[in-house]
């Protein structure tokens, strides 16, 4: 909140600083013309020498003031990018402590015997292997193993599968970005507290989000309105540096550097969004539902939007084995926040009665909004199929909607005795 007040505070006075600056360059472009023009008659020798030192000090000038022009407008464009979307008047003010429930589905797993988490299920099964990972990439990597791979691909063809059902085209993404598409996105890959992994010695990042490259697809474009809404459910790889995190949170898949993740994303109409949302939410607590698990939606408090958010909702799944709910999704609706800064337009077209000869005739290019939400972060969805699946003997169900992307495996089992 200091740093949002710190933004709103600099901005206006960087903002007339660099007018101040434009008008003493503009000033100053002038008095070069003018010379260049006096330079074209017929004058004296000594008076031309003169206009040619006049203009050479002129030029230096100008080019000081240009490089000055630049960075203060380099300043203000990155002091500008730190301001946040704005936020719809419905959603709860405050910290995270303020959202509030929108929906409760399904209800706790009851056990008849100790349970355990994802990381000793993972261990009696078999299915990862923390200890190696840390020794080769460090903490918070891991290897799946055995069955934990069939679920990471089965999980992945089951949501793009069912999300496909839905209209949305399918999509891998690169997964390295310019760091520009990363700020045009409203997330800032520097900074001491950052997420993004930035490429030493380019201008590129590796993504935290498919969000980032689909959103890019479209960068400087103007599409047809015929051709909107346009629905994307993208397959990447994602990489976070989870700067600051720490504590129980932190323990086996939960909160990692690396991870797979399928996100859908919604290119759209302005008027359209807030139904997109709710289409959106609906896909998230469908394949949840499906899948058996107990969750809640959440309609999350002002504080913890984020900066392209409007309105986000998160889903929180019980985590038995960890004793908690954790997030595994989210759905937000960014507005114009993001096409603004990526230069995503669309052109209304004409109504039947309007004149259509002439391009003075073109209906004004509009700004689209985008949406995003979270169809499967894999991670997280395994802990939730071990933790609440889980067996008396050891062994771990697994959910029928899901088995035939895993080969028809109905069970995990252990693989010693």
Request: overall charge negative; hydrophobic content about 35%; aromatic content about 8%.
């Given at each position: 909140?200091?740093?949002?007040?710190?933004?709103?505070?600099?901005?206006?006075?960087?903002?007339?600083?660099?007018?101040?600056?434009?008008?003493?360059?503009?000033?100053?472009?002038?008095?070069?013309?003018?010379?260049?023009?006096?330079?074209?008659?017929?004058?004296?020798?000594?008076?031309?020498?003169?206009?040619?030192?006049?203009?050479?000090?002129?030029?230096?000038?100008?080019?000081?003031?240009?490089?000055?022009?630049?960075?203060?407008?380099?300043?203000?464009?990155?002091?500008?990018?730190?301001?946040?979307?704005?936020?719809?008047?419905?959603?709860?003010?405050?910290?995270?402590?303020?959202?509030?429930?929108?929906?409760?589905?399904?209800?706790?797993?009851?056990?008849?015997?100790?349970?355990?988490?994802?990381?000793?299920?993972?261990?009696?099964?078999?299915?990862?292997?923390?200890?190696?990972?840390?020794?080769?990439?460090?903490?918070?990597?891991?290897?799946?193993?055995?069955?934990?791979?069939?679920?990471?691909?089965?999980?992945?063809?089951?949501?793009?599968?069912?999300?496909?059902?839905?209209?949305?085209?399918?999509?891998?993404?690169?997964?390295?970005?310019?760091?520009?598409?990363?700020?045009?996105c409203g997330f800032q890959p520097r900074g001491a507290n950052t997420q993004v992994y930035s490429i030493e010695g380019s201008d590129r990042c590796l993504i935290g989000t498919a969000e980032i490259p689909v959103g890019g697809i479209h960068m400087d474009s103007i599409l047809s309105e015929s051709s909107l809404p346009l629905k994307y459910v993208a397959v990447s790889h994602c990489f976070r540096t989870e700067a600051g995190a720490a504590g129980s949170a932190t323990r086996g898949l939960y909160r990692v550097h690396q991870f797979s993740k399928v996100e859908m994303f919604i290119v759209c109409k302005p008027g359209e969004s807030d139904s997109f949302l709710e289409e959106l939410i609906k896909?998230?607590?469908?394949?949840?539902?499906?899948?058996?698990?107990?969750?809640?939606?959440?309609?999350?408090?002002?504080?913890?939007?984020?900066?392209?958010?409007?309105?986000?909702?998160?889903?929180?799944?019980?985590?038995?084995?960890?004793?908690?709910?954790?997030?595994?999704?989210?759905?937000?609706?960014?507005?114009?926040?993001?096409?603004?800064?990526?230069?995503?337009?669309?052109?209304?077209?004409?109504?039947?009665?309007?004149?259509?000869?002439?391009?003075?005739?073109?209906?004004?290019?509009?700004?689209?909004?985008?949406?995003?939400?979270?169809?499967?972060?894999?991670?997280?969805?395994?802990?939730?199929?071990?933790?609440?699946?889980?067996?008396?003997?050891?062994?771990?169900?697994?959910?029928?909607?899901?088995?035939?992307?895993?080969?028809?495996?109905?069970?995990?089992?252990?693989?010693?005795?």
């Amino acid at each position: 909140m200091i740093a949002f007040r710190h933004v709103q505070m600099l901005i206006p006075n960087l903002k007339l600083i660099a007018i101040h600056r434009l008008q003493e360059v503009e000033s100053l472009r002038a008095e070069r013309n003018a010379v260049a023009n006096k330079m074209k008659g017929k004058i004296e020798p000594s008076e031309r020498q003169r206009l040619i030192e006049e203009g050479k000090n002129l030029k230096e000038g100008l080019v000081t003031l240009e490089e000055d022009l630049l960075k203060l407008t380099d300043e203000l464009q990155q002091e500008a990018q730190c301001l946040p979307n704005m936020t719809h008047p419905d959603v709860p003010i405050g910290g995270e402590e303020s959202s509030t429930v929108r929906k409760l589905v399904g209800s706790p797993h009851e056990f008849s015997f100790p349970i355990k988490d994802h990381v000793q299920l993972g261990k009696d099964l078999d299915l990862f292997d923390f200890d190696a990972a840390a020794e080769v990439s460090g903490s918070k990597f891991y290897y799946l193993k055995n069955e934990a791979v069939l679920l990471e691909m089965g999980l992945i063809n089951w949501a793009v599968s069912e999300v496909m059902k839905k209209g949305f085209t399918p999509l891998t993404t690169p997964e390295i970005v310019r760091s520009s598409v990363v700020e045009k996105c409203g997330f800032q890959p520097r900074g001491a507290n950052t997420q993004v992994y930035s490429i030493e010695g380019s201008d590129r990042c590796l993504i935290g989000t498919a969000e980032i490259p689909v959103g890019g697809i479209h960068m400087d474009s103007i599409l047809s309105e015929s051709s909107l809404p346009l629905k994307y459910v993208a397959v990447s790889h994602c990489f976070r540096t989870e700067a600051g995190a720490a504590g129980s949170a932190t323990r086996g898949l939960y909160r990692v550097h690396q991870f797979s993740k399928v996100e859908m994303f919604i290119v759209c109409k302005p008027g359209e969004s807030d139904s997109f949302l709710e289409e959106l939410i609906k896909i998230e607590e469908d394949l949840f539902s499906s899948l058996g698990l107990h969750f809640k939606t959440l309609d999350m408090a002002t504080e913890d939007l984020g900066a392209p958010a409007y309105r986000k909702f998160d889903v929180e799944a019980w985590m038995p084995g960890l004793g908690w709910y954790g997030e595994i999704s989210s759905a937000s609706n960014c507005t114009d926040y993001q096409s603004r800064r990526l230069g995503i337009r669309y052109r209304p077209e004409l109504s039947s009665s309007s004149p259509k000869k002439g391009t003075g005739n073109l209906s004004p290019p509009q700004f689209v909004h985008t949406l995003n939400a979270t169809a499967c972060a894999v991670p997280r969805m395994i802990i939730c199929l071990l933790e609440n699946y889980q067996q008396e003997d050891g062994s771990v169900v697994i959910p029928e909607s899901l088995r035939p992307f895993v080969g028809g495996r109905e069970v995990i089992t252990y693989k010693y005795r």
